[in-house]
């Protein structure tokens, strides 16, 4: 019982191409969150949604496009892949209501940029 | 802004020893703070956090840690450390921004265990 779920564990492309990483949560959470985690360990988030509205975008370049059909998923879409997007992309999700912000957070997504 | 200070990047203890460590943040109203722990290879596990109330929290595999508002600090400590917590330790405060909910964390610890 997966609670929240990215796909693929890791991704290997190449500069210039465009990639998708998908992510689900069954928690019936009503907020999801990508952040990215560089090689230094540091966590940073990108994006929040709540009820697939847009809350949070922390001046991340265009490039990065988040997509959130409902509100169990919020998958990201990177275009035009560069050698610094290489890191770590981590999903989460937490319940607004609860007022505490606990993240649960999925395993992680290892994109490396060649 | 908030903003969360580990300012331990390594801490190496023996097994069986205690452990503490030090997490101080900045936050204009009462915070919520957290611990999270990341094993390698894997997501974020929440050990604890605190919201309100008693200062000294309880978490899972025998964390505490305790609020003081005085010192903004908010400390993670086990009282004997196995093996298996060599992992990496990140603090984080909760707060509002632009109408949405945010952790802020600090560049965590890394805890190795030794034998």
């Known amino acids: 019982d997966t609670a929240v779920s990215q796909t693929p564990k890791y991704l290997v492309t190449q500069m210039g191409n465009d990639k998708s990483i998908k992510c689900e949560q069954n928690?019936?959470?009503?907020?999801m969150y990508w952040y990215k985690q560089d090689s230094k360990k540091f966590l940073k988030i990108m994006f929040s949604?709540?009820?697939?509205?847009?809350?949070i975008n922390e001046t991340v370049p265009n490039r990065f496009s988040p997509k959130s059909p409902d509100k169990a998923h919020l998958n990201l879409h990177i275009n035009s892949l560069e050698l610094g997007d290489s890191a770590v992309y981590f999903c989460?999700?937490?319940?607004?209501?609860?007022?505490?912000?606990?993240?649960?957070f999925g395993n992680g997504t290892r994109l490396t940029v060649t | 802004a908030q903003s969360v200070t580990q300012p331990d990047i390594h801490i190496t203890v023996s097994e069986g020893a205690s452990l503490e460590l030090r997490c101080n943040y900045s936050?204009?109203?009462?915070?919520?703070l957290f611990w999270y722990v990341q094993s390698p290879g894997q997501g974020l596990q929440l050990l604890l956090k605190?919201?309100?109330?008693?200062?000294l929290v309880q978490g899972i595999k025998g964390f505490e840690a305790e609020f003081k508002r005085s010192q903004s600090s908010f400390n993670l400590r086990k009282p004997s450390v196995h093996w298996s917590d060599a992992a990496e330790y990140f603090c984080?405060?909760?707060?509002?921004?632009?109408?949405?909910?945010?952790?802020?964390f600090g560049t965590g610890t890394q805890l190795k265990v030794e034998l």
């Open positions: 989460a999700s937490s319940s607004r209501q609860a007022l505490i912000l606990a993240l649960h």
């Open positions: 928690l019936g959470h009503d907020t």
């Open positions: 949604y709540n009820n697939k509205e847009l809350i």
């Open positions: 936050y204009g109203a009462t915070p919520y």
């Open positions: 605190y919201f309100s109330g008693d200062t």
């Open positions: 984080a405060v909760g707060g509002f921004t632009g109408g949405g909910n945010k952790l802020t």
